[in-house]
């Protein structure tokens, strides 16, 4: 347990954030689902759509520090290859 008063605040913080964290993890994890459904379904309208909503996600999850830039810059990239390669 944290001893000091600036332990005790920092333990603090790392709670709240760690909150905040899981929950831009479990978005990001839905809309990719979201994306790699509609591409196993075979409808390229929807997954360019849930592919538009998804990018921003990932680079701003990025950005914040909980994914690595290099990591959703990849997501993002197989995503976008694999709703080119649909067909309609």
Same mark, same amino acid.
């Given at each position: 347990m944290a001893n000091t008063s600036s332990a005790?605040?920092?333990?603090r913080q790392m709670?709240?954030? &760690? +909150? %905040?964290?899981?929950?831009? @993890?479990? @978005?990001?994890? &839905?809309?990719? @689902?979201k994306v790699e459904e509609a591409i196993a379904?075979?409808?390229k309208p929807e997954a360019l759509a849930?592919?538009?909503?998804? +990018?921003? %996600?990932l680079i701003s999850t990025a950005q914040k520090g909980v994914l690595h830039k290099?990591?959703?810059s990849?997501?993002?990239s197989r995503l976008? &290859? @694999?709703?080119?390669?649909?067909?309609?």
């Open positions: 005790k605040k920092a333990a709670v709240r954030r &760690t +909150e %905040i964290n899981k929950a831009r @993890r479990s @978005r990001v994890k &839905t809309t990719v @689902r379904a075979g409808q849930a592919l538009k909503v998804a +990018e921003p %996600i290099k990591a959703a990849r997501k993002v976008t &290859t @694999r709703v080119n390669a649909l067909k309609g």
